[in-house]
């Protein structure tokens, strides 16, 4: 299903983008990979579209974080869709860890060719250096602590790298640099914001609540019906997201003077409960409509 999208005006301040690219195109050449961290529930829209022009056909790893709130029928499609397209992607719970132990070895087989340079050259013992890139919120620190682990050691300003970029030493075969600068997704598109305003990166403070709120139990109620009537107990979904919102607003005792539905504590609640993870596994992006 797609968005509407008509009244949804996300006034939200990217970064500092050009300095970024800078940045990242400055670094490419003492790094060997990329991993992009995306969210398993919109790995689309979490991406930066320019991402892969900036980093010049450097191998890419798609780490699909948070998969523990997503779909994992979903989930799997995405990781064969990435396969059929010859790009190394991974699920991950960065916050539990499941998945992270794939990543050393899927960086070793996306760098190959790599390692087989530097055994030639008699550089065996050389570490593989992989930039970790992601949108804000999208689990960029909590990944690179869960690989670290109890061997994470900052090593900065180092022969051959730039001052002030964090370098996080894995073990003595893995270095990973945390990406210099914010990065941005494709903010200029309004279903991209909105899928990301309903998991929470953009936050509520730059959208009107009641009206992404709608648009969520609107999006819940064609792709996830039973999730939605399970959760709240409703008998049927019928009329719009705006009647859904008011049921499930009056199944939780959210009512106002003349038996109304307090909209405004519903939207926060129901948003709330999706980004918890409380309605279920959800993913808001499929391979077949969106890839
Ligand atoms: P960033 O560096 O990319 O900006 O993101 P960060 O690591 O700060 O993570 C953003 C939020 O996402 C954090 O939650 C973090 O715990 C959560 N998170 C990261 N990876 C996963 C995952 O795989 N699964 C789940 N469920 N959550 C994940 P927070 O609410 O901001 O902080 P906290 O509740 O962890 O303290």
Not at 71 to 85: G, R
Not at 134 to 141: A, D, H, R
Not at 192 to 210: H, M, N, W, Y
């Amino acid at each position: 299903m797609t968005e509407n999208t008509a009244d949804i005006n996300i006034n939200w301040f990217p970064g500092h983008m050009t300095k970024t690219k800078r940045q990242i195109e400055k670094i490419l050449p003492i790094i060997d990979a990329v991993a992009e961290i995306v969210d398993a529930r919109v790995p689309i829209s979490s991406r930066n579209p320019d991402l892969p022009d900036m980093i010049k056909g450097k191998p890419l790893i798609i780490l699909l974080n948070k998969c523990d709130m997503a779909d994992p029928k979903e989930t799997d499609k995405w990781i064969k869709y990435y396969k059929e397209q010859g790009v190394f992607a991974i699920p991950v719970d960065c916050k539990t860890g499941n998945g992270i132990g794939n990543f050393k070895n899927t960086v070793k087989t996306a760098l190959a060719d790599r390692l087989q340079q530097y055994k030639d050259k008699g550089m065996a013992g050389k570490p593989l250096r992989v930039m970790v890139v992601g949108i804000p919120n999208v689990g960029k620190s909590t990944f690179i602590n869960k690989v670290a682990g109890s061997n994470r050691v900052k090593a900065e300003n180092r022969p051959g790298v730039t001052r002030g970029n964090q370098w996080v030493t894995i073990d003595r075969q893995l270095e990973l640099l945390d990406t210099p600068g914010v990065l941005w997704p494709k903010f200029e598109d309004p279903a991209v914001g909105l899928r990301l305003a309903f998991t929470g990166a953009i936050k509520d403070t730059v959208v009107d609540t009641e009206l992404l709120a709608v648009r969520l139990a609107e999006r819940l109620k064609a792709d996830y019906p039973e999730l939605l009537t399970n959760r709240y107990n409703l008998v049927n979904l019928d009329g719009d997201g705006y009647d859904t919102l008011c049921a499930i607003g009056k199944k939780r005792g959210m009512v106002i003077r003349g038996g109304e539905t307090d909209t405004e504590r519903a939207s926060v609640m129901l948003l709330e409960e999706f980004r918890n993870c409380k309605i279920g596994r959800i993913s808001l992006e499929r391979v077949e409509n969106n890839a």
